[in-house]
């Protein structure tokens, strides 16, 4: 009994010692790893290479231990190439050129602004210093009151009660172009394309904007409003944002004339053209019947005509100025509605921006970029060199109001020596 027990005892040693040194062999071997941790943790920053020790191919010998083994360092910062800090450096420095266009960008905004703002003001007081008598200018209606213009003669004033605003036109003034915009912003026109109101001025068709039953103007107030017309329009007035644009008398007295008399057009013709014909032309026999005819046999009323039959006085006895050559102060009252914005034709492109943004209506439109009036304040001086002196004085003095209120310098030859 204690014989077998002592080979049990054996063969158990026996079988402990084996397994030690089956262990012991592949571990040094590489067949197996108690010492995984001993690993290194961090990988290496650079591909094929290695921050841990070598691993010997030499049996029985410790890696800690091996000659060739390169002691594990701590962990250190990724080196930054220079290319990198070079590029960072680049972004910064032109998102700082950014910035710094961006506020050069709003103090010349900031700066254009104030400047508009101060050319308004001066074409404001100067209608009020011409308004209040203080230039000695007089002309019939400076002194009455608002309430005492006759309805006729509130024809001018177009409200957009949409957008709270209210926009005197002027003919030969820009005006085609400033109703589109109107139109467009009252949603009064529909597009045969679409089926929709007009969203872009350019795409209006220039010839429908005049057709007075698109805009609603004060002299139609009466008709919807009956005895409360008066009160509303002094309310309007007075909240409304209220605008116009004008353009030296004698220049849009040209362009009025080229547009016309310059070429066919009957109604104007038979209206004024003839009239004009009989009076100055010493014209013998009968007229022509129609512009056509009268321009084809060279039949047509000259500039000096046209003169002519504006200062006559006869002429405002028949009828009063039509709203092409009518005075700026008989069709918009300047004296009466205190406007908010006095554009130039002059300086329209940048007058039009401007006024969009103080509508707060420059998100939805833009001003029609179309050809402008194509007559030219530099043709001045010729078409009125065969216009005797007397007579440009006495054009001068019809128009002096408009000339005077809107700072527009007296033409040559009007100065009395």
Known sequence: MGTWRGLRVAFILGSLFMILLIIAYWDDVGGFNLYPLQEPKHASPHPGTTTGPSRSTHTGRSRTS????????????????????????????KLAQRKEETR??????????AEDEREQEARKQRIGDVCSGKDAVEFPGRTRAFEQIPNRELDHLIVDDTHQIIYCYVPKVACTNWKRVMVVLSQSLISPSSGKPYTDPESVPPDLVHNSSLHLTFAKFWRH?????????ALKLQHYTKFLFVRDPFVRLISAFRNKFGRPNEDFYK???????????????????????AFAAGVKPSFQQFITYLLDPETETESIFNEHW??????????????DFIGRLETLETDAEHLLKLLEVDHLLRFPSGARNRTAASWERDWFAQIPITMRRELYELYEP????????KPDGTQHQ
């Open 271 to 293: 209206q004024f053209g003839s009239v004009m014909l009989r009076r100055y032309g010493n014209v013998s026999g009968g007229l022509p019947e129609t512009a056509a005819e």
């Open 104 to 113: 050069e960008d709003e103090d010349k905004e900031r700066s254009r602004n």
């Open 66 to 93: 091996s000659p060739s083994a390169v002691p594990a360092t701590a962990p250190s910062a990724t080196p930054v190439p220079e290319e990198t800090h070079t590029e960072e450096q680049g972004k910064k420095k």
């Open 402 to 409: 408009d000339f005077e209120m809107f700072g527009y310098p």
């Open 326 to 339: 009518r005075q700026v102060y008989r069709l918009c009252h300047p004296c009466q509605v205190k406007y």
């Open 225 to 233: 409003y009956g005895s409360l017309s008066r009160h509303l329009m």
